[in-house]
């Protein structure tokens, strides 16, 4: 499951950077070619590269590629380097249900209620918000995950 994952998660990562790079050139193309900038362009941008942010942060934790600090892990035996790591998931875990998804699912749903739109696309606020509870969802698929195969990541 985590391959198939990883690679949907990979694909709209790269189609995200691939339309967000598209936005970009076609702003700096009608600005300073044109001379009739885009208005929606920039916005697009901004609210990619929240997604991209986002969900970027969600690839990095399912690769293992995320920043940590890695001096106590060397030091001890490999079953209590197991058990760290199975506790520092659960704390990524706890903090994944509490901020992004909870606090990120409150905010989504406050953003439908007021019906807030964005200023150039008129588009949902609460579409652009709604990366932060997914993001927090794909985090701790990606944790329970090394929970359960801890011993296969760690040998």
């Known amino acids: 499951m985590k391959k198939i994952l990883d690679k949907i998660l990979g694909?709209?990562?790269?189609?995200?950077?691939?339309?967000?790079?598209m936005a970009v050139?076609?702003?700096?193309?009608?600005?300073?070619?044109?001379?009739?900038?885009?208005t929606g362009?920039?916005?697009?941008?901004?609210f990619l590269l929240i997604w991209i942010g986002l969900l970027g942060a969600a690839y990095a934790s399912g690769q293992q590629e995320h920043l940590s600090i890695n001096i106590l892990p060397p030091k001890l035996e490999p079953e209590n380097r197991i058990?760290?790591?199975?506790?520092?998931?659960?704390?990524?875990?706890?903090?994944?249900?509490?901020?992004?998804?909870?606090?990120?699912g409150n905010l989504v749903l406050m953003n439908i209620e007021l019906g807030q739109n964005s200023a150039a696309l008129h588009l949902p606020i609460s579409v652009v918000y709604m990366?932060?509870?997914?993001?927090?969802?794909?985090?701790?698929?990606?944790?329970l995950n090394e929970i359960f195969n801890a011993k296969k990541y760690l040998l």
């Open 41 to 46: 362009t920039e916005e697009i941008a901004r």
């Open 131 to 143: 990366v932060i509870p997914l993001s927090g969802i794909l985090i701790i698929i990606y944790k």
């Open 11 to 21: 694909g709209v990562l790269v189609i995200l950077m691939a339309i967000n790079v």
């Open 83 to 104: 058990k760290l790591m199975i506790f520092i998931n659960i704390l990524i875990v706890a903090f994944c249900v509490t901020v992004l998804v909870i606090g990120g």
């Open 25 to 38: 050139l076609w702003q700096v193309f009608s600005r300073y070619i044109l001379q009739n900038p885009s």
